[in-house]
Each structure stands twice: as structure tokens, then as C-alpha cells.
């Protein structure tokens, strides 16, 4: 089996080990609970609200059922049963599956982390680059005066701040997916989501019109989720380009007549992608928890208003939903660990050192 592969397969087989640890303390927390609130973890589809509040021989049913009195390793390999058969719990507070809720929004989170990551990493790689060649100039101070300024705002204050302007101020780009005056239109029967993506759906059912339009509502969320990690990923790898720079093998590649640009870009970066390409692959994993607040501050209903519901006061009464709260969070563990995947594989087919280690018996 040839190195890579194997490489693959054993990251693989991590996932499905780090979810169960994971959701066991996740279960775990929740046992801290009583069973008449875990019990909710277990309702059935469509239960009302009067059934919830009045109707104790539901809830007792339910711990009789689920064995929500027994011990911590009982309760807890029941409720993964149900996970891994798809049932991921019943919200009543949304009146959905939970499973059901992730599913139909995570094409509006996706569209936010894709866009973001395409542009985070290229400019803050390029930012990098450019900042080490001309280190001590104008150019390198600005970048690391806006890499500082980046770093210290909180994605929750540039939302209000790009709002106000563009917003409030200008009336350019308003919160939401699309313009209020396209809404109408992307929820028409004859309108098919393809993908969830807008950006592409628009295209893809004959209204270019939208797929710009979402485009341009895509602007601000990106804008204020990327800028901390275009930040990070520049300084990462404006410092290992600096060293790379002062080894004798770029002296020797100039000294050979080898233009400077192909020195610096091809030689040079290659061997400062390491460190980047980690700061990368945990930038793109961070992606997921900060993507909440984004989404929560510009109006897309993505997987974050999964949370909200489950924070929300329900059946009129201060309470919590459980269900949609541990789906959430087994849900966002998941893609975290399938983006630090995926990066790793990038690494090891970039870095050729990764490979070279890789091929060591």
C-alpha cells in the first residue's frame, strides 16, 4: 500500500475514535441533567407543546424506555445507537429533527466557510511572501500594522461596524443571503436548490442576477470571519519566509542565475509551506466555531441558529432543548475533524518532507 494511502487510512480511523471520546463527554455533561430534562434528548416526532408541559406519563415513559435511571454507560451507548441509526433527537422548540435542521442548513455555512477560506489563504500566503522579500519597508510594516489590527478586533465588533457603514450608512448591502426584493423569488415553488449554495443555485436555475447578488451579500460575512485568519496565516509565514530567505541554498539559486521572483515564490515558499500550511489547517478548522457569530450578526440562517433555538426560552417557560444543543455540538465536532483531514492530506501531498517521512519504514 503506498505511503500516502496509508497515511490516509490511519487519519481515517482517528475520526471515528475522537467522535466517540468526544460525544461521551458530551453525554456525560448532560448527565449532570435530571432524566425528566434528558428525557427530552428522546421525544417523538410532532410532540406538542401541551404534551410536553401536562402530560408526565410521556416523560416517564420516556426514562422508562430509554433507561434514563440507569448508569453513565447504559444511557450513553443507547443514545449513540440512535445517533448512528440517524436519529439525532426531535426538537420541540423548532418542531423538527434535529438531524433534519443540520442538514438544511449547513449549505448556508458551507457557502461561508468555502468563500472564506478561498480567500484567506491565498492573500495571506501572498501577504506573507511579500512582506518577507521587502522586509524593513513600507510594505512590510503596513502589512504588519493591518495584521495586528486584524488580530484585535473581534469578529462581533467589525460586523457592527461594517453594518453601520455599509448598512445603515450607505443602504448598500443589507443582512441576509439576498436582497429582501429577491426573496420572493429564491422561495418560489419553481425554484430548486441544486446545491444550497446561492451563489451557484442562481446560475444553475437561469438568474445570474441572484448568484451576484448573493455574491455581494457574501462580502461582509467573509470579510469579517477571514480577516483574523488572513492575519495569522501572513505573519505565519512572513516569519519562515525570513528564514528561509538567509539560507545558503536561496544564495546559491540567485548566485546560479535564477530570476529572484522564481526563487522567491517557487523555491523559497515551498519550503516555508510547512508552518503555513498548519496555521492554515487550524485557521480552517477555527472556521467553524467563529462562522456562529457571523452568521448570527449578518442574518444567514445557518447551522449556528441551530444553537440559538436550542438556547431559546421554549413552551413559554425558561428551559433548554437538549437535542438540538448536543446535535450542534456533536455535528460541529465532526467537520472540524473532516477539515483538519482533509488539510493534513494537503500537507502531505504539498510538503515533501511529510512524504519523505511518510515512505520510512
Given at each position: 500500500m503506498p505511503a500516502l494511502l496509508k497515511f490516509l487510512v490511519r487519519r481515517i480511523v482517528v475520526i471515528p475514535i475522537t467522535l466517540f471520546f468526544i460525544t461521551a463527554i458530551l453525554y456525560g455533561v448532560t448527565m449532570?441533567?435530571?432524566?425528566?430534562?434528558?428525557?427530552?434528548?428522546?421525544?417523538?416526532?410532532?410532540?406538542?407543546?401541551?404534551?410536553?408541559l401536562s402530560d408526565s406519563p410521556l416523560i416517564k415513559s420516556i426514562i422508562q424506555k430509554y433507561h434514563l435511571?440507569?448508569?453513565?454507560?447504559?444511557?450513553?451507548?443507547?443514545?449513540?445507537s440512535n445517533l448512528l441509526q440517524g436519529d439525532w433527537g426531535y426538537s420541540p422548540t423548532a418542531r423538527r429533527d434535529v438531524l433534519e435542521l443540520l442538514v438544511t442548513r449547513t449549505p448556508v455555512t458551507a457557502e461561508l466557510m468555502l468563500y472564506t477560506a478561498l480567500l484567506f489563504i491565498p492573500l495571506g500566503l501572498a501577504s506573507g511572501?511579500?512582506?518577507?522579500?521587502?522586509?524593513?519597508?513600507?510594505?512590510?510594516h503596513g502589512f504588519r500594522l493591518a495584521a495586528f489590527i486584524g488580530t484585535s478586533i473581534p469578529p462581533f465588533v467589525m460586523a457592527l461596524v461594517l453594518l453601520s457603514i455599509f448598512y445603515v450608512g450607505l443602504r448598500a448591502i443589507s443582512p441576509g443571503r439576498v436582497d429582501p426584493s429577491l426573496e420572493a423569488v429564491v422561495k418560489a415553488r419553481d425554484w430548486h436548490m441544486y446545491t444550497g449554495l446561492m451563489t451557484l443555485d442562481g446560475f444553475l436555475n437561469g438568474r445570474a442576477d441572484i448568484s451576484l447578488d448573493a455574491l455581494k451579500h457574501l462580502i461582509l460575512p467573509v470579510f469579517t470571519l477571514g480577516l483574523a485568519h488572513w492575519a495569522t496565516l501572513g505573519r505565519?509565514?512572513?516569519?519562515?519566509?525570513?528564514?528561509?530567505?538567509?539560507?545558503?541554498y536561496v544564495v546559491a539559486a540567485e548566485g546560479k542565475g535564477l530570476r529572484p521572483r522564481r526563487?522567491?515564490?517557487?523555491?523559497?515558499?515551498?519550503?516555508?509551506?510547512?508552518?503555513?500550511?498548519?496555521?492554515?489547517?487550524?485557521?480552517?478548522?477555527?472556521?467553524?466555531?467563529?462562522?456562529?457569530?457571523?452568521?448570527?450578526?449578518?442574518?444567514?440562517?445557518?447551522?449556528?441558529?441551530i444553537y440559538s433555538i436550542a438556547s431559546q426560552n421554549a413552551f413559554g417557560v425558561s428551559t433548554f432543548d437538549p437535542a438540538p444543543a448536543l446535535g450542534f455540538a456533536v455535528y460541529s465536532v465532526?467537520?472540524?475533524l473532516i477539515v483538519m483531514l482533509v488539510m493534513d492530506v494537503i500537507q502531505a501531498i504539498v510538503d515533501p518532507r511529510i512524504r519523505a517521512r511518510l515512505a520510512e519504514p
Open positions: 449532570l441533567a435530571p432524566p425528566e430534562r434528558r428525557a427530552y434528548l428522546y421525544l417523538p416526532t410532532r410532540v406538542s407543546t401541551a404534551d410536553i435511571d440507569d448508569p453513565y454507560p447504559v444511557q450513553y451507548f443507547s443514545w449513540l511572501v511579500v512582506s518577507a522579500a521587502r522586509q524593513g519597508r513600507r510594505v512590510d505565519v509565514t512572513r516569519v519562515s519566509m525570513i528564514e528561509e530567505l538567509d539560507k545558503e526563487v522567491l515564490w517557487v523555491h523559497a515558499l515551498r519550503n516555508a509551506m510547512l508552518p503555513a500550511l498548519t496555521s492554515s489547517a487550524l485557521s480552517a478548522a477555527s472556521l467553524v466555531t467563529g462562522v456562529y457569530v457571523v452568521e448570527i450578526m449578518y442574518n444567514l440562517h445557518g447551522i449556528s441558529e465532526f467537520i472540524v
